[in-house]
């Protein structure tokens, strides 16, 4: 849908106005003047399924490119508030050397509480298809007997 307004408003002929039109264009979606079913459009994406080598399927989402364009956009001109606001929440976006502070931090815990314990998983979960509350509701639930 996008790729097809963008080709029908850029012109080889007038490029600097169809900068403009893509500008205001962008300004409105980030501005959120832009009607509601404009909205959806631009949050709709693309799934394609990619074969693996080692057979079955890999589903890979592909976003609007414009909103891909205007979210990129303000996430950059609101990345210092961002991280001022959300730093002390997290330790992936924006934070140097994050893993190394919860490993430490982690240690740290542990040699202040000794018959605390830590349980590690792994749950490959793309999409969302893995629900993280039942394997912590079934943690709770066997260390209850533990206790």
């Not at 963008?6 to 980030?30: G, N, V």
């Not at 909103?67 to 990345?79: D, E, H, K, M, P």
Request: glycine content about 6%; some cysteine.
């Amino acid at each position: 849908m996008v790729f097809e307004l963008l080709r029908d408003c850029f012109t080889p002929e007038d490029p600097a106005s169809s900068f403009d039109i893509l500008f205001d264009l962008c300004i409105h979606i980030a501005q959120g003047r832009v009607s509601a079913s404009t909205t959806y459009l631009l949050g709709a994406s693309h799934l394609l399924a990619l074969e693996k080598p080692s057979g079955g399927v890999r589903p890979i989402v592909v976003g609007e490119v414009l909103y891909l364009l205007v979210a990129r956009t303000l996430g950059f001109q609101c990345r210092e508030a961002l991280v001022d606001h959300f730093s002390h929440l997290q330790f992936d976006v924006a934070t140097c050397g994050g893993c190394e502070t919860i490993i430490h931090g982690l240690r740290a815990t542990l040699d202040l509480h000794p018959n605390w314990i830590v349980l590690q998983v792994d749950i490959q979960n793309a999409f969302n298809i893995v629900s993280r509350e039942v394997p912590v509701r079934e943690i709770l639930w066997v260390a209850l007997f533990l206790l």
